[in-house]
C-alpha cells in the first residue's frame, strides 16, 4: 500500500515535535521509500513549508530549533487562488506524484502551541491537549479544532499565557474583543 507524501509529512512532524531525531533513512525505512524520497520530503519540509530544522551530527537526526506548526493547507490556482505545489526540474510535484492537483496538509496534523500555565489544576483541566513540557511552566501542546481549543483555554481555572504562535495568541484578543464590544 503506497502512503501519502501528506502522511509521511505528518509523521515527521509528529516525530520532530516528541523530539525523537528522525532522520532520512528512518523515514524511508517507516514507509518503505528511498532515502532519496525521504530527504526530498525533508527537504520539502524545510525549504517549502518554511521548518526550522537543524540535522544534530551527535544524535544523527533532526530536531525543531523552535516550535513549529504546519501550514493549513497548499493547493492549486482552482482553489481559489492559492500556489500551486511547487514543481521540481522534472515537472512532478516534490512528493512525487505527477497527477496530484493539490495535497491538503492540515486535516489530520495538529496545530501546535506553547502555553505558559503555573497553576497544577489547570495543567490537569488542559491534559488532552499538552504532550510535553518544554520549561518549567510551559507546555507543547497539540489541537485540531482552533475553536475549541480557544474555548479551553478561555474557561480555565487560571490564566494561561499563549507563548506561541503569536496568531493564536492574537485570535484569542479577537475573539475576546468582540465578546466584550457584542456585551456592552
Avoid at 533513512?25 to 518503505?32: N, P, Q, S, T, V
Amino acid at each position: 500500500m503506497r502512503v501519502s507524501a501528506n502522511h509521511r509529512i505528518q509523521w515527521l512532524h509528529g516525530e520532530l515535535v516528541r523530539n525523537t531525531y528522525p532522520n532520512a533513512a528512518r523515514l524511508a525505512e517507516r514507509f518503505g521509500i528511498s532515502r532519496r524520497q525521504a530527504q526530498r520530503d525533508i527537504d520539502f519540509l524545510k525549504k517549502q513549508l518554511g521548518a526550522p530544522l537543524e540535522y544534530d551530527q551527535h544524535i544523527m537526526g533532526y530536531h525543531y530549533t523552535h516550535p513549529f506548526t504546519l501550514p493549513v493547507s497548499v493547493r492549486n490556482e482552482n482553489d481559489g487562488g492559492m500556489p500551486r505545489m511547487p514543481l521540481n526540474p522534472f515537472g512532478r510535484d516534490l512528493f512525487g506524484d505527477a497527477e496530484a492537483d493539490s495535497v491538503i496538509i492540515q486535516g489530520q496534523i495538529p496545530y501546535t502551541a506553547t502555553l505558559g500555565i503555573t497553576d497544577k489544576l489547570t495543567v490537569l483541566e488542559m491534559r488532552s491537549y499538552i504532550i510535553s513540557e518544554e520549561a518549567r511552566g510551559e507546555f507543547l501542546c497539540e489541537f485540531h479544532n482552533i475553536d475549541r481549543f480557544l474555548c479551553a483555554i478561555l474557561t480555565a481555572r487560571s490564566g494561561i499565557r499563549i507563548i506561541e504562535p503569536t496568531w493564536l495568541r492574537d485570535k484569542l484578543l479577537h475573539m475576546a474583543e468582540k465578546a466584550i464590544a457584542n456585551n456592552q
